[in-house]
């Protein structure tokens, strides 16, 4: 059974800093492309970080620079390390297992976590 498990999430202040994880279990981490995804109220849901199988990351723009994607092999977990927050970061944040190959994800073809909440308050 595949489960992926978003935990970390909180409420912090602008400018602050939160590290987000995913245990996953049922699937190797190493040999998926795994993301972070987040979707605010009243938003569809948004692409935020992917690492990919090789290793090499992809962000949105909107949080090069601030967040981090990584993947802890032994642990078989992925993280997302988002600083410098700003409300406008406030969301649902969920991790992703790819099953589609290429580059683009499709969110049907993926395993999908529960989510955690972000919040960031100005």
């Known amino acids: 059974q595949v489960q992926l498990a978003e935990s970390g999430g909180g409420l912090v202040q602008t400018g602050g800093s939160l590290r987000l994880s995913c245990a996953a279990s049922g699937l190797t981490v190493s040999n998926y492309a795994m993301g972070w995804f987040r979707q605010a109220p009243g938003k569809e849901r948004e692409f935020v970080a992917t690492?990919?199988?090789?290793?090499?990351?992809y962000y949105v723009a909107s949080v090069k620079g601030r967040f981090t994607i990584s993947r802890d092999n032994a642990k078989n977990t992925v993280s997302l390390h988002m600083n410098s927050l700003k409300p406008e970061d406030t969301a649902d944040y969920y991790c992703?297992?790819?099953?589609?190959?290429?580059?683009?994800?499709?969110?049907?073809?993926?395993?999908w976590g529960q989510g955690t909440q972000v919040t960031v308050s100005s």
């Open positions: 992703a297992a790819k099953l589609a190959g290429g580059l683009m994800w499709d969110p049907k073809i993926a395993y």
């Open positions: 690492v990919y199988r090789d290793g090499g990351t």
